[in-house]
């Protein structure tokens, strides 16, 4: 069984602090973000405050709900930005998830937004799992991660169903 690990709101505003603090330092001013659903969501949303850009949002499915863990053939497009807003032509665009697992669907998403007029298209995510990838990124796509953890199972508060129990969990997985 893969070993798991439970981060708080908390640990998750405090690594999207750092995180925000990564993107403004490397000197490209980015317009707007592109939220990869669900897990980007929420990261988006507290990047925002950081970061002061507006946020659009696409959804994909590569995961199969029904078997946690478990991934389908392929990544499919579930809700998508078709046409992308004139409003985002020719801008710097940060597409968000919450964790750099196998990256096929960042791989996914990022070659697709590549076909776009796009200015800088970079790369936020909040955990970047020390493993071997089976997607690749585009090339010169600025790459940012709040921080690089071990490859185990990772519960987001998010998707708590007892926020109380999620929360002792974490304390109980840092002990």
């Given at each position: 069984m893969k070993k798991k690990i439970w981060y708080t709101y908390d640990d998750i505003h405090r690594v999207i602090k750092t995180l925000a603090e990564k993107i403004q330092a490397s000197g490209v001013k980015y317009d707007a973000m592109i939220a990869i659903g669900g897990g980007g969501f929420i990261p988006a949303r507290i990047l925002r405050?950081?970061?002061g850009i507006p946020i659009y949002a696409v959804t994909t499915a590569y995961y199969d709900s029904e078997f946690q863990g478990k991934?389908?053939?392929s990544v499919k497009k579930i809700q998508w930005l078709d046409p992308i807003p004139e409003t985002l032509n020719g801008k710097n665009i940060?597409?968000?998830d919450e964790v750099d697992d196998s990256r096929v669907t960042l791989e996914y998403c990022l070659n697709e937004f590549a076909k776009e007029n796009f200015g800088t298209v970079g790369i936020a995510v909040l955990h970047e799992k020390i493993k071997e990838k089976t997607g690749k990124l585009p090339e010169g796509m600025p790459y940012f991660s709040g921080?690089?953890?071990q490859d185990w199972w990772i519960?987001?508060?998010w998707d708590a169903e007892d926020i109380d129990e999620?929360?002792?969990?974490?304390?109980?997985?840092?002990?």
């Open positions: 405050g950081f970061l991934v389908t053939d940060l597409v968000v921080v690089t953890v519960n987001y508060p999620h929360n002792r969990l974490a304390a109980e997985s840092r002990d």
